[in-house]
């Protein structure tokens, strides 16, 4: 800002104390001959500022609101008289920002905590910013509801690609890699103090995003302990049911939602040391309404006399219809000697059909959905100039029997999958003051989850029978095997939805990240330079059989018989595609980046201001 006297001069070499208004901390600067100072790498927060030079009263600009990567301006105007004295600044308006040009959009506190959230998910709130569109009817969609693998966020910022955002915590990476379309972790909005949307012309301190970066900050501690607890509770009392369950007369679906949690802060040593910690549960039963169409209970024992979901099937090279005998199956029904006891294992993935119709079979299947988080942050003035902050969140998200959910799972409750996602986030920064112009901010970081897919217990017994009753080419011990023995039906399934049995399946991603941050005022210009170096992890299996994950593949069901589950079920039937490896090598992705960065902001003018920016990134194995 600029200070100047009652006739609009400029008035240098004026002390300028800001002050915290929660935690008492302060910090002083200077006014240039030209009037003007700045002060970097104030945190984000609501300061008293204030200016006492000699031959002037006192004057305060208190609630001064800060956001997050927000260059602030306010401006104060001194009256002559005693240092006694106090003018008091007061504005209905906030002061307006006008350091930068950069396009962007702040969510502040009040609206994390105010507006309604489906799922208590903060990423909802980036939707209401300019230039967002989510992405929908594909896929991958922006599924804001809840956490984990439930909610991704894939969002187009100004016509970019979905993936192509950054999202960060307390200015930790806080993306899953592998997709860069799931967050590791999702802070209780109770935690969050506001976050910041930078769609366009953002500074040089931000970079590896194409498309926007969403920079969240945490609460810390104050002077005075606060504290609160809540519930939000659904149930699926005064719920409708669903079209297809309606019809095979089923059940609506059940849910039972329980949210939970709260949140204790203040000081450990007044004006020194804070903390503020956070917990927060979800535990959420919900049917998952499956609908498919699926083949008889006859046509599963290889009896194709009754009613069909197929063609009437023929023998291998026959022809079978009203007018042409000679290729089919005695009475339409596969003799008993001829019958794969591989193949009707592997038909018992199929349910029996409930109702009339297409499709002929609908379900609500339960599925428990846990969340667990944790928070701690503490903050310390370890001396009048240097601060430290460190910030730990812990997370946990499992979601059981997942069919019709994920990839990977086969869209039956006959054979079904859990999945975890244990996540953490972990910064520690370093803020030294070192003159009322010079400003150095250190921060190491560590973040990164692990996904794993098992076999629900529920189902493991239809798993092993299909195992046992398969022979496979290669051998397999079984023992972590990537992608189970139950072979996936895909590409052509024969008018069947495709299976496909993910568990078990792992993956592990880390991401270790040492970053620096010097800010200098130098006359008329603020000069912020910087680097950034990580050493990351991804190890994810590769490619399987078919392009998925699994160990063997059928391809192209129905081209022998003319049915799909006759081709199954018919013993020695050499099937149009059967692929099977031997195994499934895990990808050790190991890569470093190294990133630097200058900006400068040339206050030319009182009215110009001018941004110059260079940041150059080198990406090594």
């Not at 301006?73 to 007061?90: A, H, R, W, Y």
């Not at 998925?548 to 595609?577: M, S």
Request: net charge negative; aromatic share 10%; proline share 5%.
């Amino acid at each position: 800002g600029t200070v100047r006297d009652q006739q609009g001069a400029a008035v240098a070499n004026v002390e300028i104390t800001i002050l915290d208004e929660k935690n008492g901390q302060s910090r002083t600067a200077k006014t240039n001959d030209d009037g003007f100072y700045s002060a970097p790498g104030i945190p984000a927060g609501v300061y008293t500022i204030s200016a006492a030079p000699t031959g002037f009263k006192k004057t305060v600009a208190s609630g001064v609101q800060l956001h997050v990567s927000e260059n602030l301006t306010v401006n104060l105007d001194l009256q002559v008289g005693q240092v006694t004295e106090i003018v008091t600044v007061t504005s209905e308006a906030a002061p307006v920002e006008l350091r930068s040009g950069e396009v962007s959009s702040l969510i502040s506190e009040k609206q994390v905590t105010e507006l309604p959230l489906n799922g208590r998910n903060y990423a909802q709130l980036a939707l209401m910013v300019p230039g967002v569109s989510p992405v929908t009817g594909t896929s991958n969609t922006f599924a804001s509801r809840g956490t984990g693998l439930n909610a991704g966020v894939d969002m187009s910022v100004n016509g970019n690609q979905s993936n192509a955002n950054l999202w960060t915590v307390d200015g930790v990476n806080n993306m899953d890699v592998g997709s860069n379309r799931t967050l590791l972790v999702f802070p209780s909005v109770d935690s969050i103090q506001e976050f910041r949307v930078e769609r366009n012309s953002f500074s040089a301190e931000f970079g590896q995003a194409q498309g926007a970066v969403v920079n969240l900050i945490t609460k810390g501690g104050s002077n005075e302990f606060h504290g609160s607890l809540f519930e939000f509770y659904r149930n699926d009392s005064l719920n409708a049911n669903a079209f297809f369950l309606n019809r095979a007369g089923q059940p609506k679906a059940q849910l039972k939602y329980n949210n939970y949690g709260g949140n204790f802060s203040g000081p450990i040593v007044k004006n020194r040391v804070f903390f503020f910690w956070s917990e927060e549960w979800r535990r959420e039963d919900r049917g998952q309404v499956l609908s498919a169409q699926v083949p008889t209970a006859a046509e599963k024992t290889g009896d194709f006399s009754g009613a069909l979901t197929g063609a009437l099937p023929h023998v291998p090279g026959g022809t079978c219809t009203a007018a042409i005998q000679t290729g089919c199956f005695p009475g339409n029904r596969i003799p008993t000697a001829l019958l794969s006891p591989g193949g009707l294992a592997f038909v018992k993935l199929f349910p029996d059909p409930n109702t009339n119709g297409f499709p002929n079979w609908a379900t609500s299947a339960l599925q428990p959905i846990r969340t667990r988080q944790d928070m701690i942050r503490g903050d310390v003035t370890l001396t009048d100039k240097m601060n430290l902050m460190v910030r730990y969140i812990n997370e946990k998200w499992t979601h059981d029997g997942a069919s019709g959910n994920f990839w990977g799972d086969a869209p039956y409750p006959t054979l079904t999958s859990d999945w975890s996602q244990p996540s953490h986030s972990f910064a520690v920064k370093l803020t030294n003051t070192l003159s009322s112009r010079a400003v150095n901010e250190f921060q190491f970081s560590i973040a990164g989850n692990d996904i794993l897919i098992s076999t629900s217990p529920e189902t493991q017994a239809l798993e092993d029978e299909i195992k046992s009753k398969i022979p496979t080419v290669f051998p397999h011990g079984g023992d972590g095997l990537v992608g189970g023995t139950v072979p996936s039906l895909f590409w052509g399934a024969g008018g069947y939805q495709n299976i496909w049995h993910q568990a078990p399946w792992a993956n592990r991603e880390d991401l270790y990240i040492w970053k620096d941050d010097f800010s200098l005022v130098f006359g008329n210009h603020d000069l912020k330079v910087g680097g950034l170096f990580s050493h990351n992890y991804k190890d994810e299996p590769g490619a399987g059989a078919g392009g998925g994950n699994q160990t063997a593949t059928i391809q192209g069901c129905g081209e022998q018989t003319g049915h799909c589950i006759a081709d199954l079920l018919l013993r020695d039937t050499v099937l149009l595609n059967y692929t099977e490896i031997a195994s499934t090598e895990i990808a050790e992705g190991r890569w470093r980046d190294f990133e630097v960065y200058g900006n400068d902001t040339w206050k030319i003018s009182p009215r110009v201001t001018l941004t110059l920016g260079l940041r150059y990134s080198v990406f090594t194995p």
